[in-house]
């Protein structure tokens, strides 16, 4: 991996709007999460940060991801029927309440996405361990060059 006159390795793309702890779409909740536990970090191929881990950790990943994308799509069935039903009846519902049930709609659509999302790229870097190497070694040197990797004292 070459390095830059900055110091910084030559292959990595870092994009401040994917540092750990922002959103990489300005507002979604969930992926600042991913982003924040996955150390955020280069744009090389979605979720870098799973790349490092072992295949049964990226299956249990997978399978759990995949669990939550379908409740929220279960969850947004269930609210839009809600929703519906409650715009049918004589009495409506307050508009503020509407609202907030509408955008709980949009992020529970955005969630389930997301959760699919990371359900695929896990399964992935579980499924091709080459490219998964590479990007972790990438990854890795991200994580070094912005602090995000635990250094000894005698690694000066």
Not at 28 to 44: C, E, F, M, R, V
Request: glycine share 10%.
């Amino acid at each position: 991996m070459a390095i830059t006159a900055g110091g910084m390795p030559e292959d990595i793309r870092w994009l401040p709007e994917t540092e750990a702890g922002e959103a990489t779409d300005g507002s979604d909740t969930l992926d600042l999460l991913l982003a924040a536990l996955l150390g955020g970090g280069p744009k090389l191929l979605g979720d870098a940060g799973l790349a490092r881990l072992s295949e049964a950790r990226l299956q249990a990943i997978e399978c759990g991801a995949l669990a939550r994308a379908d409740d929220c799509l279960h969850e947004l069935q269930c609210l839009a029927r809600l929703l519906a039903d409650a715009t049918r009846a004589p009495a409506r519902p307050p508009a503020q309440d509407l609202a907030l049930a509408t955008r709980h709609l949009g992020r529970l659509a955005q969630d389930g996405a997301r959760w699919k999302q990371l359900a695929e790229h896990a399964a992935m870097y579980r499924t091709q361990r080459d490219l998964a190497g590479e990007v972790a070694r990438r990854w890795l040197g991200w994580a070094q060059y912005f602090g995000e990797w635990p250094q000894s004292a005698g690694d000066g």
